[in-house]
């Protein structure tokens, strides 16, 4: 649905007066609303599926904006490179949010994970903790059912220092114990991150170029390039900034 409606989601993020920037034929252009459309694109992006087909959908909608401009700079009565950098920024502020909601869903599985692993671990250093202070056999240790019953049937002279096997315990919770998953979750996705940027940017580079190749236009390609980079650049940190706005995240 979101690929379908790229003109009125350009338009809702765009905000008043680029209606003649984000050419559409839409019989109703203007219902959207633009924290809604940015949580939506938010949720719509945890699924992979959805993700790929909104990607496809701003991509072609992109290129096809792009070209329109490109070859009848008469459609805005602005410049070109006004046009061109109004669409730009648009594709970087969506593929931006669709980036972030993937980098946000990874930060907080990584983040669950590492809780879910420290917390069996302390739960466990906690058991042994308490079958070694009632006396059982350091071999016996992990053969005793995690009952009252099993503990009182295995708890044998055992001639053990249980202080020294408690601290032992402790010791391993410590050296165990995960941590750094959300600063290694942020690394990782920092790097998707900028990939993806670099790919949103270098996609809309190629449009404008092969339409000004297509049809022939004076617009010069290097000068093309720098504002289109800028642009997408733009729109891409503005994702961020909305997303704190509208939507709590794990990465906040």
């Known amino acids: ?4 409606y790229m003109p009125e989601i350009g338009l809702s993020l765009a905000g008043p007066g680029a209606e003649t920037i984000f050419p559409t034929n839409s019989a109703a252009p203007y219902g959207l609303d633009k924290t809604d459309v940015t949580r939506f694109l938010y949720e719509v992006a945890r699924d992979p599926a959805g993700n790929a087909s909104v990607l496809y959908g701003e991509s072609i909608y992109t290129s096809s904006a ?10 805005f009565d602005g410049t070109t490179n006004d046009a ?14 669709l980036a972030h909601s993937r980098a ?14 420290n917390d069996a671990l302390k739960q466990k250093g906690d058991y042994f903790k308490t079958l070694l202070s009632t006396g059982v056999g350091v071999g016996s240790v992990a053969l005793v059912p995690a009952t ?5 049937v295995g ?19 410590e050296g165990q114990e995960l941590d750094g998953a ?13 990939s993806s940027e670099d790919s949103a940017k270098q996609q809309n580079q190629w449009s404008a170029l092969d339409a000004i190749n297509k049809h022939h236009s004076d ?3 290097g000068a093309t390039e720098n504002l289109i980079r800028d642009a997408v650049g733009d729109g891409w940190r503005d994702s961020d900034s909305l997303l704190e706005d509208v939507h709590s995240r794990p990465s906040a």
């Open 1 to 4: 649905m979101a690929a379908a």
């Open 66 to 75: 792009l070209e329109a401009h490109i070859a009848d700079p008469s459609i």
């Open 84 to 97: 061109i950098l109004a669409v730009t920024k648009n594709s970087g502020l969506i593929q931006g949010t």
């Open 104 to 117: 946000d869903m990874d930060i907080s599985d990584s983040v669950q994970q590492q809780e879910d692993y």
């Open 148 to 152: 009252p019953a099993g503990a009182l």
């Open 155 to 173: 708890a044998v002279a055992g001639g053990f220092f249980g202080g020294v096997s408690g601290m032992a315990v402790d010791r391993i919770l």
């Open 182 to 194: 959300l600063d290694e979750a942020l690394y990782r996705n920092g790097q998707d991150l900028n």
């Open 219 to 221: 617009l010069k390609p």
